[in-house]
């Protein structure tokens, strides 16, 4: 099976909240991962987890073929990155999607899921596949919200005490 197109430069996601930003997808720049790890390192569920920040900072540096690092950007700003898993289980796994909080709100996380949705379908996949803890009752709204339904429960995988959700979208 073919891997899903991604953005090598830049996708256009559109505008949302009536605001007249625009939005997209790119290639995460260089130095933006040493400049976000930390700042999600103090967002939920990263903070809860005791996430340290150069810890996110590198994960998100990382440069896999099959699992890439992507930025969410407003002009010249990043509001946000998201990291993929291709090809895991007849679709791609959303490992990561981080919005910071000045741009939350603004529909960017479902359109980046409309945008993954889409590459999927164009590239044959049968579902999208993406995890959240069960104390982050938000997270699990809004990907219900969006079609995902809960798979599985897998308790104590991150963090003794707390379970992860695999949620699945189905396609097609």
Known sequence: MKEP???VERYELGSFSGGGQMFALRTMPPGEPQRLGPLFAGIDPWKRYGYRGDALAAYLAGIEKTAPRIAIVSGND????LALRLNWLRGPYL???GILPKY??????????SWLEREARLNG????WV???DFNAGAARFYE???FTQTALIDDLIADGSGERLLR???G
């Open 5 to 7: 197109p991604l953005p």
């Open 169 to 171: 979208k189905k396609l």
């Open 145 to 147: 919200q969006h079609g």
């Open 78 to 81: 990043v509001a946000g990155a």
């Open 95 to 97: 490992p990561f999607l």
């Open 104 to 113: 939350q709100g603004k529909g960017l996380g479902g359109a980046v899921l």
């Open 125 to 128: 996949e049968t579902n999208v």
């Open 131 to 133: 995890c959240t803890s």
